[in-house]
Structure formats: C-alpha cells, structure tokens
C-alpha cells in the first residue's frame, strides 16, 4: 500500500525485455530485494539494485493497461516506497493497482494553480467523486470537477516541481487509479442488489401459475 505522496522523481535507464531500470537515489536508501515501489503509481517489485539504481520486472498485462509501454531511456518516473506503520498518511490509501488510463485534455493557469482536466473512460469516471481523491501517476490529488466525459484536477506549484508533471502536456497519458473505498462499498452492495431484483419477480400471478 502507498500515500500518493511522491518521494523523488527517477529516471528510466533501461526498458524492454520485461525488465525496468530506473536510476533514483532516496527509494535507496533502506531498499531489499523483494521490497514494493510505486512506478507511476504501479506497484512493482524490486528485483535487484545497486548503489544507484533498481530493476524490476514488467508484466506484459501491466504494460497493456497502464502507461508504461510509453517509457524510454530518459523518462521521469514519480517513486514510493510502500508505506510502513509509522508513516504519516499525508495523501490517501493507494493501492498501486491500475484501474485505467486516461489522456490529459487541458492544462489552464489559475492564479497559483493549474487546472488539469483528463479524459477517461466511464468505467473509470463512475469512481471519480467531486472533492474526492484520484491517484494520477501515483500523486494523491483531489478532484475539483467532474463531467461525462473527464475529470479536472487543481495543481499547486509544489506538486508540479516534485513530480512528473511538470513533464506532462495536452495529450499525455496518465495512470489512473480510483480511490479504493468506493469500489469496496460498490462490490459489498452488489449481492444486496441481486437479492432485491431477484425477489422483485415473485409475484401473486408468478405463484399461482407455480401452483401456490
């Protein structure tokens, strides 16, 4: 499990093969083989490391559903380390799963903010909740609005000058995952609803033409 606060921003050296080396140095710090860091907001696992950077292995159905199949050599790639008991929950609970990937529409100035407005898909958009929390690349961030077709996000300066975004432009994909709670209290729901629907077609005429 991650924050959505991002610790450094590392850069690609390597990919292809199945296997990601990213150069960083603070996610190195206490780093063992086996240890969990979120990639863009995609949990990996660390395979091997030295004194500047790590590897870890890229599954081809990660590459599919998340935007790591546009890295390359040179990439700026947001890192966390998974959280630990006594870390301070500064941004929101993140699981590094991908839900999906949406496209960047806008970026607007506003006074001290920018205004990022993405694109997604409904099965996407269904999660995002006006003044909740939205995972975008890994970055907890809260939603300011939200359409039938896209989301918008407000960005102060410091997310910008410790992230990936101050790479990002109109048309840019991003990693999307929604906030976890909602799909929970979706899929605890779900049997309740079954039942109601399938106690709904028991009717007086239904028993009768079954003999009760």
Known sequence: MFTGIIEEVGSVQSVGGGCLAIKARKVLQDVQLGDSIAVNGVCLTVTSFDGNSFQADVMPETIRRTS????KTGSPVN????????TRL???????????????VSLREEKNAVLMKISADGDILRYIVEKGS???????LTVAEVTEGDFTVSLIPHTRQVTNLSHKRAGSLINIENDIIGKYVEKLLAPREVQATAASRITMDFL????F
Not at 79 to 86: K, M, P, Q, S, V
Not at 134 to 140: E, P
């Open 79 to 86: 890192l966390e380390r998974a959280l630990t008991l006594n």
């Open 90 to 104: 500064g941004g929101h609970i993140v699981s590094g799963h991908i839900d999906g990937v949406g496209k960047i």
């Open 134 to 140: 939205v995972a975008l690349d890994g970055i907890s």
């Open 208 to 211: 009768k033409n079954n003999g």
């Open 68 to 71: 790591l199949s546009e890295l």
